[in-house]
């Protein structure tokens, strides 16, 4: 190492030092930084890999075997995403000093779910067309177009704040709180949409049991949206409808733990805890993923 480079690490480990010292690991040649804090478990890297893996291939089969073209860009990529999260995660397990795959992790990990929950969007939409728009606030169509136009900026706020963040871990002097300020904003923006989502769907549900109509469509609009004026809901839609709840509870779940951990900083107790994210991000995202594998829209909304 050059005597240049050799500075450089020094004012790094001494910096990170006097901020935590949990990221501060002592190896036969010397210190550097552990900025997760922990040594991320390889095996359980290794597991969440082959998971999402598994899970977005079979998404990937699914859609193009049914032609659920939306899954593409949403759940898959999704997927995609988190697989190049855990896998940076494992490379890490194997290299924690090296600053690269903690970057990609931090990115991938807050920006991958946002996907997911565009899909969730998606299929609310085509489930109230199904059985009766009347009962909905929203047109069916406005489901997929609001929400995922408010997850599309949610996503760029989040991917604006990694980067920021990203940067600052790379100076020597720098300050990633900023970046995870602008990363807590974008989840706090999708925590806000999934609650906004999840209550016009439970008033949907709940209109539709009670036979509340709340909107009047007329027979031209109802063909501009492909639907009847209300079907009864058969164990298909059913199904359907328990499987995209508990999808859209895990993701909820996962928002708020993000929410607190961002808001308790980078050097805080609950980001620097593997079994919180293992738990409330990892295990959160792959069930919501193989909820909608076993309760596919392909299959049940044919």
Sequence with gaps: MSPQSSSMVELLVRGAAAVDSSMIIELPDGKIINPYGYYPTLWVCALFVALFGLSTILHLGQALSTRKWYLLPTIVLGGCGEVIGWVARL???????????????????????????????????????????QY????????????????????????????????????????????????????????????????????????????????????????????????????????????????????FIRAIYRTIELSNGWHGRIIHTQIYFNILDGAMVALSMYTINLIHPGILLS
């Design 91 to 133: 490379w890490s397990a194997k290299n924690i000093g090296n600053p690269t795959p903690f970057l990609m992790q931090v990115r991938t990990t807050i920006i991958s779910p946002t996907f997911l929950a565009g899909a969730n969007f998606i299929i609310l939409g085509t489930i109230i067309k199904r059985i009766g728009p």
């Design 136 to 251: 909905s606030r929203l047109a069916p169509n406005k489901y997929g177009i609001i929400f995922v136009t408010i997850d599309i900026l949610a996503l760029w706020v989040q991917a604006a704040g990694g980067g920021m963040a990203s940067s600052a871990t790379q100076k020597v002097d720098g300050d990633p709180s900023k970046g995870g300020h602008v990363m807590l904003i974008g989840i706090v923006i999708q925590l806000v949409e999934i609650f906004i989502y999840a209550v016009l769907a439970a008033e949907f549900f709940y209109n539709y049991s009670t036979n509340r109509v709340v909107r009047r469509y007329s027979p031209a609009a109802r063909r501009r949206n492909n639907s009847a004026s209300s079907s009864i809901m058969d164990d298909n839609l059913k199904w359907m409808s328990y499987g995209l709840f508990f999808s859209t509870v895990l993701l």
